[in-house]
Structure formats: C-alpha cells, structure tokens
C-alpha cells in the first residue's frame, strides 16, 4: 500500500517560520493535502496544491512540492501560538469509479513557544 | 454554509455491543467518506458512498459497515464491538467534480 512519512514533532520560537516535511509515495496522486487537527477536534483543511505545481502560497501558508523526491512540504510563517496542532500530510489515492480516498501520515505536533 | 455534522460526539459502549454513528454532510456534497483514528495506526480509511452506493472500502473486517441515504446523509455500523474499535470516527464530504474532503469533528467512541 501507499505510505507517507512525516517526522513526528517540531518545536518552534513563536515568530518564527516553521517547516513542516513530508515524503509520499503515489507518484499518481493529483492532489496532496495539508490537514490540522486541534485537540479533540475534527481535521481542518488547510491548503493543497495539484500535482503539476511546484508551490502554492497562501496568506501565511507556502507549500512547496519536488514530484521528482516525492517531497512536500509547509512553511508557517510568523507563527503563533494558535498554530500548535497535529498537522497532516494527505495523499489521494484513486479507486476507479471516480472515487478517493486519503492517505495520511501519522502527523507532526508542532509546539509553538511564547 | 453548514459543515459536516457528525452525531453524537461522544460514546461510551461495551464490549459485543453495537453502535451507529451518523454523518450530514456539506449541502450539495454527494459522497461521504469514513476514517477511523487510533493512536497507534493513525487515520484509516474505512469506506466512501456516492449515491447511495459504496464505491470503496479500505481493509477493515466485515463488522464495519456503511449506507448513505438519498439526502446524502450516511451512518456507519460496527458490531459485536471490541476495545479495539475505540477510536475518533471521521467522516468527510466531497462534492461532484471537486476531490477536496471536508471533515467533521469526529465521533469518540470509547469500548469498556
């Protein structure tokens, strides 16, 4: 099966910029996502770019995609407190019959200090 | 626009149990997915309905499962429970012509 990789904390100076990484494995994927997830939330859709951009930026949000390494990554810039979360790399995979479904990575927990 | 809603947000059942969760999701949306979300095997597909009609489900026995409603809206079942089943219970939307899932905030079901 499809797997995606994410490493699994990140600590970060309220104000400074974060970079979140991921690696993926579906070089079929059309979309990839970026999901965050509050404590005792649901998942919050926070960007995604398609497959034939390099990068995407909004507001406060870059995401950055190499095809080639099957890397993904998401830069926060200014971050603040309100960004600690569980944030979520997603892949789509294809069944046929117009359905997707998602595969995520096991998520990083960025920790943003005062 | 609503979001997805999910109910009931939490709860508690035992073991051999069996339980229903429910999805409404985003008005227009036709296609509900499920996911489950453990602390240990992280998210989960469990199964996706357009029309009416599962179109796809992920590797989880055949004590889970799902139907959607004419209105979209979708419930799935789990069975003969385990306290293993403890998990969030994810559900998301998508429309017709646009992939993007849209997730509600989930059902914590805790098995004892």
């Known amino acids: 099966g499809e797997d995606v990789e994410q490493s699994l904390f990140l600590s970060v100076r309220e104000g400074d910029s974060s970079v979140i990484n991921c690696t993926y494995t579906?070089?079929?994927?059309?979309?990839l996502y970026w999901y965050k997830q509050e404590p005792g939330a649901g998942l919050q859709l926070l960007t995604y770019?398609?497959?034939?951009?390099d990068m995407k930026q909004d507001q406060r949000l870059t995401v950055l995609l190499n095809k080639k390494d099957k890397h993904l990554s998401l830069r926060i810039a200014d971050t603040q407190t309100g960004d600690s979360a569980i944030y979520f790399c997603?892949?789509?995979?294809?069944?046929?019959?117009?359905?997707?479904?998602?595969?995520f990575g096991k998520g990083t927990k960025l920790s943003v200090i005062p | 626009k609503a979001g997805v809603t999910q109910t009931p947000r939490y709860l508690i059942k035992t073991r051999g149990q069996q339980v229903t969760l429910s999805c409404s999701p985003i008005?227009?949306?036709?296609?509900v997915s499920w996911y489950q979300q453990t602390p240990g095997q992280g998210l989960q597909f469990l199964f996706e309905?357009?029309?009416?009609?599962?179109?796809n489900k992920g590797n989880f026995p055949g004590r889970f499962s799902g139907r959607q409603f004419s209105n979209s809206r979708s419930e799935m079942n789990v069975s003969t429970l385990e306290l293993g089943d403890s998990a969030l219970y994810l559900c998301?939307?998508?429309?017709?012509?646009?992939?993007?899932?849209?997730f509600g905030p989930g059902t914590r079901l805790l098995v004892l």
């Open positions: 998301a939307s998508s429309g017709q012509l646009q992939e993007t899932q849209y």
């Open positions: 579906d070089s079929s994927s059309t979309y």
């Open positions: 770019i398609f497959s034939n951009m």
């Open positions: 997603a892949e789509e995979e294809g069944s046929g019959a117009g359905s997707y479904q998602l595969t």
């Open positions: 008005s227009g949306h036709r296609s």
């Open positions: 309905y357009f029309s009416e009609t599962q179109r």
